[in-house]
């Protein structure tokens, strides 16, 4: 089973993007087994999916979020990342990444707590 770690500034001022990289271990990022997702938890508030990059390279995201978010990925380093642009402090939330399989299971990472503030 695949492991996941996020990483990532844990402090964002608003207007700037927000910069987050999911290091893949256990596993191939390019492997079909996998989708590979990012995931947020707002204080107080539910899960909201934000977007996917598959085993070979497609992303699709929320329609909520997806003027302003683009994932990406590294091969070279087993990694994917999340830039999200033009924060506000609605984006203060936990960030997780999340390998996905045509089940519907998966690896989570543990998690990383982002604060936008001035």
């Known amino acids: 089973q695949v492991q996941l770690q996020e990483s990532g500034p844990g402090l964002v001022k608003p207007s700037q993007t927000l910069s987050l990289t999911c290091t893949v271990s256990g596993g191939s990022i390019t492997t079909s087994y996998y989708a590979w997702n990012w995931i947020r938890q707002p204080p107080g508030k539910g899960l909201e999916w934000m977007g996917v990059i598959t085993y070979d390279g497609n992303t699709y995201y929320s329609p909520s979020l997806k003027s302003r978010t683009s994932i990406s990925r590294d091969t070279s380093k087993n990694q994917f990342s999340l830039q999200l642009s033009s924060v506000t402090p609605e984006d203060t939330a936990v960030y997780y990444c999340?390998?996905?399989?045509?089940?519907?299971?998966?690896?989570w990472g543990q998690g990383t707590q982002v604060t936008v503030s001035s």
């Open positions: 999340r390998a996905l399989d045509q089940g519907g299971f998966g690896s």
